[in-house]
C-alpha cells in the first residue's frame, strides 16, 4: 500500500512540474509573442514615389500594403515626388526610408555620401520611353539642328544624362546649345510657349506633351546604354528590419504580377491619381518592364552610368557601384529574372 502512496505522489509531483513548465513556457511565448508584435507596432515606412512609377501606388491602392503590414502595427506611407532630384534631397535630411528613383539620381546620391543601398529595379526599358522632342516650328528635325537652339531637360534625371549624351552624339555641347535647367512639371508649358525650342523628357510627360499636336519627336533613346531605375533604401533601415524589405519587395513583387494582368486597370488607377492622361500610361506599359530583379546586364548598366557621369564631371570620384548594391534581400524574396 505504502509503494502505491509514494508513486501515486510522484505521479502528482511530476503532473504539477509539467503543469508549471507548460504554464512558464506559455507565460514565455506570450512574453515573446508580445514582444515581436511590440517591435513593430508604429513603425512607419516612408515611401517616396512619381508619378511615373507603377508598383508602389498599385499596392496602396488594392490594399497590399495594408493586407501584408497592418497586423504588426507597420503603416506604409507613399510620399509623390515630381522627379528623383528632391526624392534624394529628402533621403540626405532623414525624411524617407526608400525611393524609386533614376539612375543618375542614384549615382549622384552615393557619390555625395548619402548613405543608401540599391536593393532592386523598378523599370527597364530599350529606351523608346525617353526621348528629345521639338516644336513644331523650331526647325528641328536631327539632333544636329540643336546647336544655338534652347535645350529643356531637369537636372540630375536620366533626361538630364540623356541631354548630354545626345548632344555628345552628334559633337555638341553646353557651349554650342542653350540648355535650360526645367522642373518635369514645367517643360510642357515651356515649350508651348516658346521659352525654350526641345526638351528632353521621359513617359508619361513624353507622350503627354506629344498629345498636344504641337510638337514632334526628334530621337527617342533607342540605341544608347540605358540602365533600369531602381529601388533605393536607407542602409540604417535595411540593416535593422531585413525582414521587412523582404515583405516589401513581395508586395511590388505582387502589384508587378497583377498590373501585367491588368494593364488597361492599372492605367486607370495611375491617370486618376496623377491627373495624366491614360493614353501616356498606355505608352509607357508598352515599352517598359516593370519587374524588381538585378541581373548582371542590369546592374553592369548601371555602372556605366558612374562611368558617363565621371567622364563628363558631375561626379568628382570614382567609386565601385556594385558595393552599393545588396541583391539578398530580392533573393531571399524569390524574385529572379
Not at 548632344?167 to 540648355?179: F, H, I, P, W, Y
Not at 519627336?217 to 524589405?245: C, H, M, Q, W
Not at 502589384?255 to 500610361?281: F, M, P, T
Request: hydrophobic share 40%; with cysteine; aromatic share 8%.
Amino acid at each position: 500500500m505504502r509503494k502505491h502512496i509514494a508513486k501515486a505522489g510522484k505521479i502528482h509531483v511530476l503532473a504539477a512540474i509539467l503543469l508549471l513548465a507548460v504554464i512558464f513556457c506559455g507565460a514565455l511565448d506570450s512574453r515573446t509573442y508580445a514582444a515581436e508584435a511590440k517591435k513593430y507596432d508604429g513603425l512607419k515606412i516612408r515611401w517616396a514615389t512619381m508619378p511615373s512609377q507603377t508598383q508602389s501606388v498599385i499596392a496602396e491602392e488594392l490594399g497590399y500594403f495594408k493586407e501584408e503590414f497592418e497586423s504588426d502595427g507597420i503603416f506604409v506611407e507613399l510620399r509623390m515626388f515630381p522627379s528623383g532630384p528632391p526624392a534624394i534631397e529628402a533621403f540626405a535630411a532623414g525624411e524617407l526610408d526608400f525611393a524609386q528613383v533614376g539612375n543618375q539620381p542614384t549615382v549622384q546620391a552615393i557619390a555625395n555620401g548619402i548613405n543608401i543601398k540599391v536593393i532592386g529595379a523598378y523599370q527597364s526599358s530599350d529606351g523608346s520611353d525617353l526621348g528629345l522632342i521639338a516644336r513644331n516650328d523650331s526647325g528641328i528635325k536631327t539632333l544636329e539642328d540643336l546647336r544655338g537652339k534652347k535645350l529643356g531637360y531637369t537636372i540630375g534625371t536620366e533626361a538630364h544624362m540623356m541631354a548630354l549624351k545626345f548632344l555628345k552624339s552628334v559633337n555638341l555641347n553646353g557651349e554650342t546649345v542653350q540648355l535650360v535647367n526645367l522642373q518635369i512639371g514645367d517643360i510642357s508649358t515651356s515649350i508651348e510657349s516658346g521659352n525654350i525650342d526641345a526638351a528632353v523628357t521621359w513617359e508619361p510627360w513624353l507622350s503627354t506633351i506629344l498629345g498636344n499636336g504641337t510638337t514632334h519627336l526628334v530621337r527617342d533613346a533607342v540605341g544608347f546604354n540605358r540602365a533600369s531605375s531602381v529601388i533605393i533604401g536607407k542602409t540604417e533601415f535595411l540593416d535593422k528590419y531585413p525582414e521587412i524589405v523582404v515583405r516589401l519587395l513581395k508586395v511590388l513583387d505582387r502589384s508587378v504580377k497583377w498590373s501585367d494582368e491588368h494593364k488597361a486597370e492599372s492605367c486607370k488607377i495611375l491617370s486618376k491619381r496623377n491627373g495624366v492622361a491614360e493614353s501616356a500610361y498606355e505608352a509607357a506599359f508598352r515599352t517598359q518592364n516593370l519587374e524588381l530583379f538585378l541581373d548582371d546586364t542590369r546592374i553592369n548598366n548601371l555602372a556605366d552610368i558612374e562611368e558617363f557621369l565621371f567622364e563628363q564631371g558631375t561626379i568628382r570620384k570614382h567609386f565601385n557601384l556594385r558595393d552599393y548594391i545588396d541583391t539578398s534581400f530580392l533573393e531571399k524574396a524569390g524574385i529572379n529574372k
